[in-house]
């Protein structure tokens, strides 16, 4: 079975985000070099970390990792596309203690209805079910 992943005109789907394969040019960049990143920079920080895990994850298997968001400015971090299914992944730079799922993914389940979905955090691991969709929390060092 084919999964064709339909982008409508009120969807971006490329990823206008850039990653780094080097955060230490980044940081030169922008001057931060040899200090530690502010608290507000984590999160692209963290962002940027699970990008390159989940491209080492599916560099040889045909997947892609694309970025979705609409123009009402939902969006999902990453939608990991397997050609036969997609993975809707939200990224969150913090120890969750609970099952909370973002408005932006829960918008993407309900409208495609994926088999899966992903909570990438700090250490939380847990599973949740909406409709048809397992959405699992799993902790970022079991991506290695």
Not at 14 to 21: A, L
Not at 119 to 132: C, P
């Amino acid at each position: 079975m084919t999964f064709v992943f339909l982008v409508f005109r009120t969807e971006i789907s490329k990823s206008p985000v850039i990653y780094f394969n080097d955060i230490g040019m980044r940081n030169f960049a922008m001057r931060h070099f040899g200090r530690y990143a502010m608290l507000h920079e984590m999160g692209f920080i963290f962002q940027n970390l699970i990008y390159h895990l989940l491209y080492e994850k599916t560099r040889y298997d045909g997947s892609t990792i694309h970025f979705w968001r609409t123009k009402d400015k939902a969006e999902v971090d990453f939608v990991m596309n397997r050609g036969d299914e997609v993975i809707p992944i939200e990224v969150k730079c913090k120890e969750l203690k609970d099952k909370t799922i973002a408005r932006s993914l829960r918008g993407f389940i309900a409208k495609y209805n994926p088999k899966e979905a992903w909570v990438v955090n700090i250490g939380f691991k847990d599973e949740e079910t909406i409709g048809d969709t397992r959405v699992k929390f799993i902790p970022y060092f079991e991506l290695i």
